[in-house]
């Protein structure tokens, strides 16, 4: 009982830094995500920036893709919205029956307009 106990305290600590570093890499490729969707403007000529829905979303999804990820990507009020999710296997909790996990963030980003300056 007592190194069933020792494993499971050390798979906390172990699995637990893998879920923490899943969880911060699904919420980066999120935020590049969504920026990268948010970079599809219509155009700027008109002194209003517009996102180009279509574009952003499709941005959006190719930098997902690249890396070897999928998402959720919602194009609405001129912002992206970039969800992302990944399951994580675990090492040493899987001796304790926690077999996997899923992790996930979401992201959001809109195009800025720039100032005049003299």
């Known amino acids: 009982m007592l190194v069933v106990a020792l494993v499971a305290c050390?798979?906390?600590v172990f699995d637990g830094?893998?879920?923490?570093?899943?969880?911060?890499?699904?919420?980066?490729?999120?935020?590049?995500?969504?920026?990268a969707g948010a970079q599809m403007i219509t155009s700027i000529r008109s002194g209003r920036v517009a996102l180009d829905p279509a574009a952003a979303e499709a941005a959006a999804h190719r930098f997902l893709v690249a890396?070897?990820?999928?998402?959720d990507v919602v194009v609405a009020g001129?912002?992206?919205?970039v969800t992302v999710h990944a399951?994580?296997?675990?090492?040493?909790?899987?001796?304790?029956?926690?077999?996997s996990k899923q992790v996930g963030a979401t992201r959001s980003a809109a195009p800025v307009q720039g100032e005049d300056r003299p």
């Open 78 to 81: 001129g912002h992206v919205v």
């Open 10 to 12: 050390a798979g906390l």
């Open 67 to 71: 890396d070897g990820y999928s998402g």
């Open 87 to 99: 399951r994580v296997g675990m090492t040493l909790l899987a001796v304790v029956g926690v077999g």
């Open 17 to 35: 830094a893998r879920l923490v570093a899943a969880h911060d890499e699904v919420a980066d490729e999120a935020e590049g995500a969504a920026r």
